[in-house]
């Protein structure tokens, strides 16, 4: 019977041993033919001790010059031949890339767990009792009003002024910048609701003058809408501009040589390669007024039904212990907002190439 052992390594390990190795196997090369000699001789059933002899000799000679090759220093230069830093570069990789699949899973798997812990959290029969209740179906029109027509507003202040702040260049640009769009940014919920609260009172420079004519503003769906406006702005304006920075300047000066005024370059050239930047914009600026709540709260209250959006109902329902209203309402804002998200994400994919074209 004919026992067979076969060894298994792993590549970097058959690599190290493959490195050591190297002079013994150019040793053993060398001597090839006496040992397949030998062998060839056992085959044949020759004197067993002979063979024996001549194969001891022969692994005798591979010893002793592998030792005199380690002892001038042949064996060592072989090994720092090696390129190590291949090997740690590979190592590094690999742990780096370790490092960022374990942190993205933890991430990934905590934002999945706070996002779809809704679903589980209610059944089907207490969400669609809750859904039929009259204080949410005027909640969601509320919403969806005010964040359109502040949307619509935004739109209309939104464009000219991200077209100049692309298109021209004049003395305090970047603070224009910073007023408009990195500052409201910046602001905590509260601030701004204050700020607009102050100004829209019975004692406030907007308050007296609206005043006149018995026109009062806050808490009324007037002041959700001018709190949705608020926050939306900077959004839209960044959103506009960097649609309108897409837009190569050189066709707009072609445009010009040829004659074009610039109102015709804005409405025939430049908007319309820009469409879906604009676009985008207007559905972001909507899914953010959407789960507007700090300013609205403050400006608006949402103590009636005209100025009672979701999101101020969740926070009322979340006071009082209504959690099967709090969490309709969130599940019915979130897949709202999935939804305006989930178009931009794949709708508009394609589209940003158009606008560099």
Known sequence: MQLCCVIVLPHKIFLLLQVFLQPYLSLVRRYRLFIRGGLFRFAR????????????????????????????????ATVLRYDMGKLYLKVANKVFEGTNYFFSFILIAFMFLIIGSLFFTTTPSSFLQQLSSRVILVSIV???????????????????????????????????????????????????ALILLLLLSRTGILGKFFGYFHIYVPYT???????????????????????????????????YTLGA?????????????????VLKGLIMALSKSLGEIGATLILAGGM????????????????????DKAIALAIILEFLTFVLLTIIKFFFKETTRKIHA
């Open 304 to 323: 009636t039904s005209s100025t009672g959006t979701m999101s101020v109902l969740i926070y009322f329902a979340t006071q009082k212990g209504e959690m």
């Open 142 to 192: 509320v919403t969806f009003g005010s964040s359109f027509i502040a949307s619509l507003i935004v739109f209309v202040f939104s464009v000219p002024t991200a077209y100049i702040l692309s298109r021209k260049t004049f003395w305090g640009k970047r603070i224009l910048e910073t007023v408009v769009v990195d500052l409201p940014l910046s602001f905590p919920p509260g601030v701004d």
């Open 45 to 76: 059933n020759d004197n067993v001790l002979d063979v024996i002899k001549d194969i001891a000799s022969v692994i005798a000679r591979v010893l002793s010059e592998a030792i005199s090759r380690f002892q001038n220093g042949e064996l060592v």
């Open 221 to 255: 769906f007037a002041a959700v809408v001018l709190a949705k406006l608020f926050v939306c702005i900077p959004f839209m304006i960044s959103f506009v501009r960097e649609a309108f920075d897409r837009v190569d300047k050189n066709i707009e000066n072609v445009a």
């Open 261 to 277: 005024s610039p109102l015709q370059i804005f409405y025939k050239l430049t908007f319309p390669l820009s469409i879906w930047g």
